[in-house]
């Protein structure tokens, strides 16, 4: 009998490992790391949790949707950015492995790209 994988658990601000694809067009694809941004009430009770992607190419020059991350910083091994744009519902399933945790500070920043980038509020 095949091991029964384990659920993860995620609380807000952690950083993931995620199983993206399959993605169609332009979402972001492969497994790499992502932000926890769905709050904990709803990461205990929902099958689901909402992520940021992150990746380790960028340009020197950031969008306000965007977010540099240094690295240890959050378990990463590469500086890195969060990408607010690339936000994306995903079954807990798709959680292969937590590697560490944003500051504060930098949950934050995050905090103002996300409301950039959902037009909550105006540049």
């Given at each position: 009998m095949a091991a029964k994988q384990k659920i993860a658990r995620p609380l807000r601000g952690e950083v993931y490992f995620v199983a993206f694809d399959p993605t169609p067009?332009?979402?972001?694809r492969k497994t790499r790391p992502a932000l926890i941004l769905q709050n904990d009430i709803a990461n205990r009770s929902s099958p689901i949790t909402i992520v940021a992607a992150i990746t380790s190419k960028f340009d020197e020059e950031l969008y306000p949707t965007e977010?540099?991350?240094?690295?240890?910083?959050?378990?990463?091994?590469a500086d890195s950015v969060v990408l607010l744009n690339q936000i994306r519902s995903v079954d807990r399933w798709r959680l292969t492995r937590?590697?560490?945790r944003l500051m504060p500070e930098t949950m934050r920043l995050v905090d103002r790209a996300l409301v950039l980038s959902l037009g909550l509020i105006e540049l």
């Open positions: 067009g332009a979402e972001i977010v540099l991350v240094r690295a240890p910083e959050g378990g990463l091994d937590r590697v560490g």
